[in-house]
Structures are given as structure tokens and as C-alpha cells.
């Protein structure tokens, strides 16, 4: 089974923080994604990486960025945590196989910035 | 604009009382559609995978089916375990990601 590990499934910071969310993968999977997930706006893409090192901006990228050093591991950064940025965080992951694109997520974290 | 749209956004069923959900969306040449199930707090689990119109799969008391411009998630005598959110997304050509509707909050009650 595919497993996707966030670090922690809470967290209570401070306006101005700066906030790591870290997310691990057990499949070695190609592909990297961070999600934010909001009432009545659905899950909306943060960043994705498609190799180590690599990184691309997805819909809403501004305020945050990312950092993967290690295949199996990336990062989502919040530079100077604000209350806006209150909300669910989901990392997944999937294969770089052409036209299998399921992603596989993690059990998410719940921020919220005080 | 490639959009997603899910309907109803909440429904409340009765254990045993059969229905749909509905997922249109406006994204051409697409290159897949995908069902999730989400539960309260936690990430979206996989269900389904359709790539092409008229595909059908099914997963106990759920089948999703597959047109040009729209997908249904069909439960059939859903149980109270059945309650969840659940999530429809599509990738468009070219795209590495997903773009996801803001899912259906189905309630069945025993």
C-alpha cells in the first residue's frame, strides 16, 4: 500500500511564524503535490514537483514555497504564516507513469495561524 | 476555463435508498476522471479511475460511469458507512495535476 505521511495532523502558529509542513512517501514516487483545502473552494494546488530539486507554482503559490532535497520527502513552506493561511493542508504524491495519474494522499494537516 | 462542478452539494439518504452524484465538467480532450472518498479530517482515499466515455467501474456498493461531459457515482443500498465527502477531479491534456471539483457531503442515515 502507498503511504503518505504528513508530520503532523495539528498545529497552532503564531502570525509571522515561520512554518514547515513536511510530507514523506514510501513508494518512490516521481511526483510531489501540496494542497490546500478550504470550505466551498475545494482542494486548490499550492506547488508540485516532479523530481528532486525541481518545482513548479500551481494555482494559489503566493505566501508559501517548497523544498524537496530528497526524492521521498518535500516540503511546504510558510515564509510568514498569516491568518488567511488558516486551513487543511494536503500533500500527495504519485507515480511518473505516463497516464496513471492517481494520487495518493495523506491524512493532512490542520493549521491554523493565530 | 477548465471547470468541475459537482451536484447536489449535500444529500441526506435513508440506509437502502439508492442514488446518484453528479460530476460535469468542461475540460477537453480529457485525460482522466477520478473519484475520492474523503472522510471528516482526513485525506481524500482513491476510488476510481475512468479514462474514456462510456467506462464503467464498479467497487462494492459503488459504480461510476462516464460520458463526454459528465461523470455519476451511483450507490446502490448505501449504508450508514457510506457517509463521506466525496471528491471528483479531472486532468486536462498536458497537465501534471488534478483539478478538483468541491465534492458532494453525502449523510446516510440509519
Known amino acids: 500500500d502507498v503511504k503518505v505521511t504528513q508530520s503532523s495532523r495539528y498545529l497552532v502558529k503564531r502570525t509571522g511564524e515561520k512554518v514547515f509542513l513536511e510530507c514523506v512517501q514510501d513508494?518512490?514516487?516521481?511526483?510531489m503535490f501540496w494542497y490546500r483545502q478550504d470550505p466551498g473552494l475545494g482542494l486548490r494546488l499550492i506547488y508540485f514537483?516532479?523530481?528532486?530539486?525541481?518545482?513548479e507554482k500551481g494555482d494559489i503559490p503566493e505566501g508559501y514555497s517548497v523544498s524537496r532535497e530528497k526524492k521521498e520527502r518535500f516540503s511546504l513552506i510558510l515564509e510568514s504564516a498569516s491568518t488567511n493561511q488558516t486551513s487543511m493542508y494536503l500533500c500527495?504524491?504519485?507515480?511518473?507513469?505516463?497516464?496513471?495519474?492517481?494520487?495518493?494522499f495523506g491524512a493532512g494537516t490542520r493549521l491554523s495561524v493565530l | 476555463e477548465d471547470q468541475v462542478t459537482q451536484s447536489p452539494e449535500a444529500l441526506r439518504l435513508q440506509e437502502g435508498e439508492s442514488s446518484s452524484l453528479n460530476c460535469s465538467y468542461t475540460?477537453?480532450?480529457?485525460?482522466?476522471l477520478f473519484w475520492y472518498r474523503q472522510d471528516p479530517g482526513k485525506g481524500p482515499e482513491f476510488l476510481f479511475t475512468?479514462?474514456?466515455a462510456g467506462e464503467e467501474k464498479e467497487k462494492e456498493r459503488l459504480k461510476a460511469t462516464l460520458t463526454k461531459k459528465e461523470s455519476f457515482l451511483h450507490i446502490t443500498a448505501p449504508k450508514p458507512e457510506d457517509s463521506a465527502t466525496y471528491l471528483c477531479?479531472?486532468?486536462?491534456?498536458?497537465?501534471?495535476?488534478?483539478?478538483f471539483g468541491t465534492g458532494t457531503r453525502l449523510t446516510v442515515i440509519p
Open positions: 513508494m518512490d514516487h516521481e511526483n
Open positions: 475540460v477537453s480532450g480529457l485525460r482522466g
Open positions: 475512468l479514462y474514456s
Open positions: 477531479a479531472v486532468q486536462a491534456p498536458g497537465a501534471n495535476n488534478l483539478f
Open positions: 500527495a504524491s504519485r507515480p511518473g507513469l505516463a497516464g496513471r495519474n492517481i494520487q495518493y
Open positions: 514537483s516532479y523530481d528532486v530539486k525541481m518545482k
